[in-house]
């Protein structure tokens, strides 16, 4: 109930006109550039582990008073998330599957913004909705109680995606479909908020794809994680 109440109040916060956009990237384990970031790693669903997926940006302007950062990312796989693919039906089925980290990977986030969302009264949510039998929309915040200057171009850390893949068949779940091929975590945008209400550029974002390319004795997978720019929508689309 916390997660929809927090993401209703994203709808209430300003749209601005899309213009010189310096963009959102959606990498794995590590912020880009940084050591010990990957556009491409193994997914092994079978191991019960986490995946980072990590969300930063670079805000077309100066804000400041910057106090959130919302974002909107679609989940489509070729699986029905009611079915053959329920382990990503985050919305009812499986919500334990991703959660918000604020805290910024030091080691491999070297030149981002340290700690902008890792301080007292700051926090962050996410809430799903399942808009077809093949596509789960994912909006997420994260906030701060006051506002801090930033620049145009400068690195922001915005969170962690964390997906666990712990309720998979592969990791002993009951969930199928966490290595079904063709599925695909795209990011569709991101919008830096000020706590004056300035206008702030909707930023584009990029993608992740999961599939198989190999099967263990034990019945897991292993698949490719990348990352590229893709295309962005509106956040009130969630509800739609």
Same mark, same amino acid.
């Given at each position: 109930?916390?997660?929809?109440?927090?993401?209703?109040?994203?709808?209430?916060?300003?749209?601005?006109?899309?213009?010189?956009?310096?963009?959102?990237?959606?990498?794995? %384990?590590?912020?880009?550039?940084?050591?010990?970031?990957?556009?491409?790693?193994?997914? !092994?669903?079978?191991?019960?582990?986490?995946?980072?997926?990590?969300?930063?940006? =670079?805000?077309? !302007?100066?804000?400041?008073?910057?106090?959130?950062?919302? $974002?909107?990312?679609?989940?489509?796989?070729?699986?029905?998330?009611?079915?053959?693919? %329920?382990? $990503?039906?985050?919305?009812?089925?499986?919500?334990?599957?991703?959660?918000?980290?604020?805290?910024?990977?030091?080691?491999?986030?070297?030149?981002?913004?340290?700690?902008? $969302? %890792?301080?007292?009264?700051?926090? @962050?949510?996410?809430?799903?909705?399942?808009? %077809?039998?093949?596509?789960?929309?994912?909006?997420?915040?994260?906030?701060?109680?006051?506002?801090?200057?930033?620049?145009?171009? =400068?690195?922001?850390?915005?969170?962690?995606?964390?997906?666990?893949?712990?309720?998979?068949? !592969?990791?002993?779940?009951?969930?199928?479909?966490?290595?079904?091929? @063709?599925?695909?975590?795209?990011?569709?945008?991101?919008?830096?908020?000020?706590?004056?209400?300035?206008? /702030?550029?909707?930023?584009?974002? #990029?993608?992740? /794809?999961?599939?198989?390319?190999?099967?263990?004795?034990? @019945?897991?997978?292993? @698949?490719?994680?990348?990352?590229?720019?893709?295309? $962005? #929508?509106?956040?009130?689309?969630?509800?739609?």
């Amino acid at each position: 109930m916390i997660r929809l109440v927090l993401v209703g109040m994203l709808a209430g916060m300003l749209f601005a006109n899309v213009a010189g956009a310096v963009g959102v990237d959606f990498t794995v %384990n590590g912020c880009p550039g940084s050591a010990g970031t990957s556009q491409q790693q193994a997914m !092994e669903c079978a191991a019960g582990t986490a995946a980072d997926l990590v969300i930063t940006f =670079q805000p077309a !302007e100066d804000v400041a008073d910057m106090v959130a950062a919302d $974002w909107i990312l679609d989940i489509t796989t070729q699986g029905d998330v009611g079915s053959t693919a %329920n382990f $990503w039906d985050v919305q009812a089925l499986n919500p334990t599957a991703f959660s918000v980290q604020r805290t910024i990977p030091v080691a491999s986030c070297l030149g981002y913004y340290l700690n902008f $969302w %890792n301080v007292t009264d700051a926090g @962050g949510a996410w809430a799903a909705a399942v808009r %077809n039998p093949h596509t789960v929309r994912i909006a997420g915040l994260v906030y701060r109680p006051s506002g801090v200057a930033v620049r145009a171009n =400068q690195k922001i850390f915005a969170a962690i995606m964390r997906l666990d893949v712990g309720a998979s068949v !592969e990791a002993g779940g009951s969930l199928v479909g966490c290595c079904a091929s @063709g599925t695909s975590l795209l990011m569709k945008q991101l919008i830096p908020s000020s706590a004056s209400g300035s206008t /702030t550029t909707i930023l584009t974002g #990029g993608s992740l /794809t999961f599939g198989p390319v190999s099967v263990d004795p034990s @019945g897991g997978c292993t @698949g490719p994680v990348e990352s590229h720019r893709k295309s $962005w #929508g509106a956040l009130k689309s969630l509800y739609r």
